[in-house]
Nanobody, 127 residues
């Protein structure tokens, strides 16, 4: 059983920064990819960033809306994934979820490929 626990959400003003962390526990070596998704009120859950795990080369993927502002990184030894969010905008306001996939072949954005999810952490950006 793998559990994912997010931390680091909060409230900031436009232009501010936040760092989200996701700690995995259990059989973490089965997590081939990990990603961050977000869901705003009344909207569908969308992918933000994803990263391969336990691979010699780090491969990442970003949604167009966050490219250049967000950075995803991994610490395989600690089974953690971090999302550094800079230049935050009000439209970044959402519940952010950490997810892990045991079947992905790359840092994909297909939600159905992710079979492990955290509880979510709220990010609020005020103008």
């Amino acid at each position: 059983q793998v559990q994912l626990v997010e931390s680091g959400g909060g409230s900031v003003q436009t232009g501010g920064s936040l760092t989200l962390s996701c700690a995995a526990s259990g059989y973490t070596f089965t997590n081939k990819c990990m990603g961050w998704f977000r869901q705003a009120p009344g909207k569908e859950r969308e992918a933000v960033a994803a990263i391969t795990m336990y691979t010699p080369k780090v491969i990442t993927n970003y949604a167009d809306s966050v490219k250049g502002r967000f950075t995803i990184s991994r610490d395989n030894a600690r089974s953690t994934v971090t999302l550094q969010m800079n230049s935050l905008k009000p439209e970044d306001t959402a519940v952010y979820y950490c997810a892990a996939s045991t079947v992905c072949t790359g840092p994909e954005f297909v939600i159905q490929a992710y079979d492990r999810w955290g509880q979510g952490t709220q990010v609020t950006v005020s103008s």
